[in-house]
T-cell receptor, first 115, second 110 residues
Framework: NAGVTQTPKFQVLKTGQSMTLQCAQD?????MSWYRQDPGMGLRLIHY???????DQGEVPNGYNVSRSTTEDFPLRLLSAAPSQTSVYFC??????????????FGQGTRLTVV | GIQVEQSPPDLILQEGANSTLRCNFS?????LQWFHQNPWGQLINLFY???GTKQNGRLSATTVATERYSLLYISSSQTTDSGVYFC????????????FGKGTKLSVIP
């Protein structure tokens, strides 16, 4: 049971390049989400999904795209990287929202630098 | 939206000392988690504690939902306890988004 797995752990991009951050979970969780962590800003929600085929925007969605074709995978796409997207990205998953199902588990993070 | 405040923002402890970290939140919640972000950046689940008290080794947590606060106790601190401790609650009723506090940065010195 690997939990939530993110790849890559580190990435450097040039402005304008595109890339996909991968996230996979093996806990059969319905809910998956992407956060970014910036100094002084805490963790902010980018996009989330409540099940395969269903996604929605979070607090800071601009410049990012997601899809959820399977329960296990939830990739995050940067369409045209900008220096403002330099951040640490975390993927999270949970069974649901409330009760014991609401406990969220996080991946190890991807540190992205855009130059 | 819900506000989450953590105190103190910074804490320096001698190894072996005890500490209490506090998390206040502005609205009623049915979900509260404590995380430890280690020096390598990983977010480690400590407790899922919407109410009551839980203990795990040297760590314990208490949430008093009616008074809108939670406490994390660390006893006999070790250098490996260093890092940032976050509490997080749902952003609203039924919300899938977690709102995090700004964290308490703990440094345990030998």
């Amino acid at each position: 049971n690997a939990g939530v797995t993110q790849t890559p752990k580190f990435q450097v991009l040039k402005t304008g390049q595109s890339m996909t951050l991968q996230c996979a979970q093996d806990m059969n969780h319905e809910y998956m989400s992407w956060y970014r962590q910036d100094p002084g800003m805490g963790l902010r929600l980018i996009h989330y999904s409540v099940g395969a085929g269903i996604t929605d925007q979070g607090e800071v969605p601009n410049g990012y795209n997601v899809s959820r074709s399977t329960t296990e995978d939830f990739p995050l796409r940067l369409l045209s990287a900008a220096p403002s997207q330099t951040s640490v990205y975390f993927c999270a998953s949970s069974y649901g929202v409330t009760g014991p199902k609401g406990e969220a588990f996080f991946g190890q993070g991807t540190r992205l630098t855009v130059v | 939206g819900i506000q989450v405040e953590q105190s103190p923002p910074d804490l320096i402890l001698q190894e072996g000392a005890n500490s209490t970290l506090r998390c206040n939140f502005s609205d009623s919640v049915n979900n509260l988690q404590w995380f430890h972000q280690n020096p390598w950046g990983q977010l480690i689940n400590l407790f899922y504690i919407p109410s009551g008290t839980k203990q795990n080794g040297r760590l314990s947590a208490t949430t008093v939902a009616t008074e809108r606060y939670s406490l994390l106790y660390i006893s006999s601190s070790q250098t490996t306890d260093s890092g940032v401790y976050f509490c997080a609650v749902p952003s609203g009723a039924g919300s899938y988004q977690l709102t995090f506090g700004k964290g308490t940065k703990l440094s345990v010195i030998p």
